[in-house]
């Protein structure tokens, strides 16, 4: 099965950039399958990880950045993957 892991926040306004770079210094303990990084107005930064796993597995994520880099806390989601169409 495959799993996906969504981790989103949002940047102090003006703090975009400095969110999305922090985001990319991040390592995990182990590699997914891949990772995406993405950024929408308001200076949020989405990644999206995809794991070979059980949808309840201990999967390794993203943690909260320190400081007041972000607005509010992280958001995160757990998906598993259905298939295409």
Known sequence: MTVALMWE???????????????REQRLPSEPLRREVLRAPQDRVLVIT??????AAELPEL???????????????????????
């Open 9 to 23: 926040a949002r940047a102090v306004p003006g703090r975009g950039e400095e969110l999305l770079a922090w985001v």
């Open 50 to 55: 995809w794991w070979e796993a059980e949808y």
């Open 63 to 85: 943690p909260e950045p320190e400081g007041e880099l972000v607005m509010r806390a992280v958001h995160r989601w757990r998906f598993e993957s259905v298939g295409e169409g």
